[in-house]
């Protein structure tokens, strides 16, 4: 079975999702991922839209700062990524991300098909209480369910917190590899989300993103593990 796993934070960026399929720790990062069995890259990837928005709160173990999830209640539209991927990478994905061992997602894999399916009937299912462990299916593509995972509170329930400069600037790297935004977009994009409005000034984020955006030009871009664009 193959599903769109969608990314609507750093994960847009195919080099970062990498380091969830193929393991290891990124560089200056603070996290070491096992990665996934199947450490085939995703077959394909889509730029997608979600009805909703992301907000920022909580603290990330990989980033320090707010992490992003996503709202589908919030107003407006948040940009995201899919990425076709098997039921079992997708289980692996959803194990790193909730901070389980992969090695247990044996486990979880008939609970993320019953899951998927409750989500697909209902829009909505919960494989645990913690962060990233609410799935919603946003929709479906070519007959195949869209999913990702974002927290069981929305934005109005949760203190939001701003994210770590780092962080803000991978969002940004990965909107404009998967949507092909300039640079003014992605700035007014990210400086409207809830996390990032209170805390950062316009010109502080666009500088930000100006300057992320030059670093990722320097390395020459992301290496091809994000399977083949097809839109």
Not at 37 to 60: K, T
Not at 107 to 136: C, F, H, K, Q, S
Not at 179 to 191: K, M, N, Q, T, V
Request: charged content about 20%; proline content about 10%; hydrophobic content about 40%.
């Amino acid at each position: 079975m193959e599903v769109w796993y969608v990314a609507y934070g750093s994960n847009m960026h195919a080099a970062r999702l990498a380091w969830y399929i193929g393991g290891g720790c990124p560089p200056g990062g603070k996290r070491t991922y096992p990665g996934c069995r199947d450490r085939r890259p995703p077959s394909r990837s889509v730029p997608v839209s979600l009805p909703g928005g992301i907000y920022f709160a909580g603290e990330s173990g990989a980033w320090t700062g707010g992490m992003a999830f996503y709202d589908p209640h919030l107003p407006g539209e948040a940009a995201a990524r899919a990425y076709l991927v098997t039921l079992e990478q997708f289980t692996d994905i959803a194990a790193q991300e909730m901070y389980r061992p992969v090695d247990d997602a044996t486990d979880l894999i008939p609970a993320t098909g019953a899951a998927i399916d409750a989500a697909v009937a209902n829009g909505r299912a919960t494989l645990g209480p913690g962060r990233y462990e609410t799935l919603v299916c946003p929709g479906s593509r070519s007959g195949v369910p869209m999913l990702t995972f974002t927290a069981p509170e929305g934005a109005s329930g949760v203190r939001c917190r701003p994210p770590a400069p780092t962080y803000l600037g991978m969002i940004a790297r990965g909107l404009r590899e998967s949507h092909g935004w300039p640079a003014e977009r992605i700035a007014s994009y990210l400086a409207g989300r809830p996390g990032v409005a209170d805390a950062w000034s316009p010109d502080a984020v666009a500088a930000l993103v100006d300057e992320a955006l030059v670093d990722e030009a320097l390395v020459g871009g992301s290496p091809s593990t994000s399977g083949r664009p097809d839109g």
